[in-house]
């Protein structure tokens, strides 16, 4: 049940309006589990902090006086409402009368002491205590008093505690112990008090975790470095593997970090996932933790991992930790290992495809000028780029060297099968620019091999997601050929294009000389000097003339110059 103030439990049936509903109503079930009753004259005089009036009421001197051990709503007592509120003179007065249970608890497993000590009312918990509270009685989440004292910062209110013998490594339902939180609040005088009282100091929780590992998580170093001082482990592991190092890592607290490697926290001992600590930091961005990481961390280490701190970093576009580790020697063709690849469909392998995956074209940038290899993995980083529809991508792999006559495995087509990976005109162009091979598209091929048959382009471009815009794809390629003849299969679906006049201008036979001479030219000159035409000694109509970007016609320019 959920626990509300009097006045809310009032408000929730009354309202401004004075009059009733003169039709009866059936209450709903949780109405029916509130009371809606005025709060006792006990609670009213601990409210108005009429401690005659509660003495009166507690020493039996008046007709009320049972209303002192009276359960309001949630089961809340007099004596929990004067605790709640620090009334010191009322608790005692309360705690003299016949019947008053010190440790009554309330409906959410509250005793009158855990209000005290979370309203840190030293005098009220001092009060309780010498009445004989229990101080390891927990609430509904299973916090003592000593844990709800750490949590609110009340060094005074914990050495009491203790002093009166409480249990100092008592765990919450989550497994925390006090000493968890008080490394939690990076207070080193409640850290001390609670190992003076022998708190364990490496207690785990649940989760395996320590009070050290949670001070490294949260950056808390001047508790991590008190804890580590009297003893704490720098380099136990939680149930996931991780260490106090690995967490600083996580959460880029360099200092930290800088501590733990002073106190010789391990660089090298992986999680279950198979991570360094720089695998970590690398992942999150973290560059000046990479570079106190570098030096300490093992080669050998790295590589039995299976992955390099670059295929995190590429993944995430960490570009300035890809920077460095490409500086420090990192190989940027460094391969996943076989077990890692293998979780994945495409089996890839590079640093360079999780960067392209990833739709990272910096990264991309990055790891090409480092020498990254486009051509390493089973499924070609260009296909999968293609594919995405970055043209930036595209342009980079293939000026890096990615073969244009890649094909992924167990495909077989008669045209380059990079075009089946491509979606959009302008990569398609990109592909063309590079000296994709637009002649194998109208090539007639006679044999067939029945093991493995070949795709042909006809069929490919009748049923592919081109099928829309065929015709722009065909009018496209027919720039980038001599003369050939369509099939009927291809003449059957472009002649109602709006496209069409083009291509059948494009397809007649014999092409324009100009347009011949240009794609010899174009050859002779080659792929790289063609990128940089425009930077050529030419006049702007050759430039033009010898570019293959669509819009007026060049030749036609070019021969009305001439």
């Excluded at 609670?43 to 009036?53: F, L, N, P």
């Excluded at 000590?117 to 927990?138: F, M």
């Excluded at 043209?391 to 073969?403: F, I, K, M, P, W």
Aim: charged share 25%; proline share 4%; aromatic share 4%.
């Amino acid at each position: 049940m959920t626990r509300f103030t009097y006045a809310e439990y009032i408000s929730l049936f009354r309202t401004s309006d004075t009059k009733r509903n003169s039709s009866p109503r059936k209450a709903s079930s949780s109405e029916r589990d509130i009371e809606p009753t005025e709060p006792s004259e006990v609670i009213c005089a601990v409210r108005r902090g009429d401690v005659q009036r509660v003495c009166e009421l507690a020493s039996g001197v008046c007709e009320l006086a049972s209303g002192v051990c009276e359960l309001e709503a949630d089961d809340w007592t007099p004596l929990h409402e004067a605790a709640h509120r620090g009334q010191t003179a009322c608790v005692r007065a309360l705690l003299k009368a016949r019947g008053v249970c010190v440790d009554k608890r309330t409906l959410q497993e509250q005793t009158a002491l855990m209000l005290a000590v979370q309203g840190r009312h030293l005098d009220c918990v001092r009060v309780l205590l010498e009445a004989g509270a229990d101080p390891d009685i927990s609430n509904k989440d299973k916090e003592t008093p000593l844990y709800k004292a750490c949590e609110q910062e009340c060094v005074r209110v914990v050495k009491l505690l203790l002093a009166s013998g409480a249990a100092v490594n008592q765990r919450c339902r989550r497994g925390w112990t006090a000493l968890h939180e008080a490394a939690r609040r990076n207070s080193i005088q409640l850290c001390q008090t609670l190992l003076q009282a022998r708190a364990a100091i490496d207690a785990r929780n649940a989760d395996d975790v320590t009070p050290a590992i949670e001070a490294a998580r949260l950056g808390r170093i001047e508790a991590l470095a008190f804890l580590i001082q009297k003893g704490a482990g720098v380099n136990l592991q939680t149930c996931d593997g991780d260490t106090a190092l690995t967490e600083a890592c996580r959460h880029g607290h360099r200092e930290t970090v800088k501590l733990l490697l002073e106190h010789h926290a391990d660089a090298n001992k992986a999680s279950n996932a198979n991570l360094l600590p720089l695998h970590i930091a690398s992942q999150r961005g973290h560059e000046e933790i990479v570079s106190l990481l570098l030096p300490v961390s093992s080669r050998a280490q790295l590589r039995r991992s299976g992955i390099s701190p670059l295929h995190l970093a590429a993944e995430h576009n960490r570009l300035n930790v890809l920077r460095l580790l490409i500086r420090s020697g990192c190989d940027v063709n460094s391969r996943l290992s076989a077990a890692r690849s293998a979780a994945f469909q495409d089996g890839h392998a590079s640093a360079l495809f999780c960067a392209v995956a990833a739709g990272h074209t910096r990264a991309v940038a990055v790891l090409l000028e480092a020498g990254a290899d486009p051509n390493i993995d089973p499924l070609s980083p260009l296909l999968l780029a293609a594919h995405q529809g970055c043209v930036e991508s595209v342009d980079l792999l293939l000026e890096h060297g990615a073969r244009l006559d890649t094909s992924p495995p167990g495909l077989k087509a008669s045209f380059p099968a990079v075009l089946m990976y491509t979606h959009q005109l302008d990569v398609l162009r990109c592909l063309l620019e590079h000296g994709c091979d637009a002649q194998a598209c109208f090539t007639r091929h006679t044999h067939h091999s029945r093991s493995e048959p070949e795709i042909q382009f006809c069929a490919w471009i009748s049923s592919s997601c081109w099928s829309r815009s065929a015709a722009a794809v065909v009018d496209l390629l027919l720039d980038g050929v001599g003369n050939v003849r369509l099939c009927s299969r291809i003449t059957d679906l472009l002649q109602d294009a709006p496209e069409w006049p083009s291509i059948r201008d494009k397809t007649s036979s014999p092409r324009p000389l100009m347009h011949l001479c240009r794609l010899k030219v174009r050859e002779q000159l080659g792929t790289r000097r063609l990128r940089c035409v425009d930077s050529l000694p030419l006049p702007g109509p050759m430039r033009r003339y010898l570019s293959s970007r669509t819009g007026s016609d060049p030749t036609h320019e070019l021969q009305n110059r001439l």
